[in-house]
């Protein structure tokens, strides 16, 4: 009796304990086999050679099947005179990775512990300037996706597109339950449209919400929304860590004259110095002084200004003046 492995296509390559990427490419769907954990660092750049990512140098049609991809399909989809290689590192770039539960679990439990590292150490109490430990951000947020609608560790254990679809919605109608038990109500979208059309009431002004960790977009762009939610419901006190700057200007261009901000909505811009300017982003100066021809300021500057303050110092002193950074955010005050 013939064997199994005789009647098999040649062009099948059994696989297990993979790691899949998957590309559509033209009407065709494309997938490569790699070794578990190393795409994530071939993506980031982390791992640059490809023998150390993939299980096998092919690219299949089925990984599952083995069924390898005819060249005439690879062609039709990726054109001429492409190498394998490329081929594969399109793949690896664009394509989509399929991993099971039990990994998808695991990342994103990484990504949840390093969103909530990253946000522990920009957020002070704004009275103590002083962080939070991580168990405390993290039940914060965790209240914070309660009210969005999501588990407190839903997020992590699943991250599906339709409980995230879900949470909106229910978050709302859990704040509308809150204000009626509380004598108050939020009104609608189109109650607050008609309110504001009729009796000249303003728009309630957007809250951004948290509603867990993904896998699609990176531990710091995700915690960037976290602390704004914070920021914004204030589970708990807490405040953007300030940055510590040195800035230095030569004197010869601190008294030239710039427009200033306008103290009131509506106002003309004031007159003012590149030295009034300046001074005008710092919330708190510790130190300053004048050393021969050049002036020093050390001072604290709230993180969303600092862009802002090195575009002025780059187009109004041509880059004379300069910002250092000496602390990216401070989070004790300096006595």
Known sequence: ??????????????????????????????????YKNTVQSYRAGHETDLDNVLQIPNV??????????PNDEIVKAFGKGVSRDEIIMEILQKGELQVGEKERAQELERVHREVVEIVAGRLVDPKTKRVYTTGMVEKALEQLQSQSGGGASSGRQAGSKGQQQQQGAAGEDRSQSRDQQSGTSTPSKQQAADGGAEG???KPAYKPKWTGVSTNKSAKSQALEAMK????HQPIPVARARMRLRITCPTSILKQSVKLAPKNEGDEPEKGTVKDK??????????QDVMGEEWECVGFVEPGSFKTLG??????????????VLDMAVTQEEK
């Not at 299949?60 to 991809?69: C, D, M, P, R, W």
Request: some cysteine.
């Open 60 to 69: 299949f049609l089925n990984v599952s099947k083995g069924q390898v991809a």
């Open 200 to 202: 000249g009431d303003a």
């Open 229 to 232: 939610a914070l920021i914004a």
């Open 278 to 287: 300046i001074l005008s982003y710092v919330e708190q100066v510790e130190t």
């Open 1 to 34: 009796m013939p064997s199994a492995q005789i009647n098999q296509p040649s062009n099948q390559i059994k696989l297990t304990n993979v790691s899949m990427v998957r590309l559509k490419k033209g009407k065709k769907r494309f997938e490569i086999a790699c």
């Open 311 to 324: 575009e002025f110092i780059n187009t109004q002193t041509k880059g004379r003046a300069v910002a250092e």
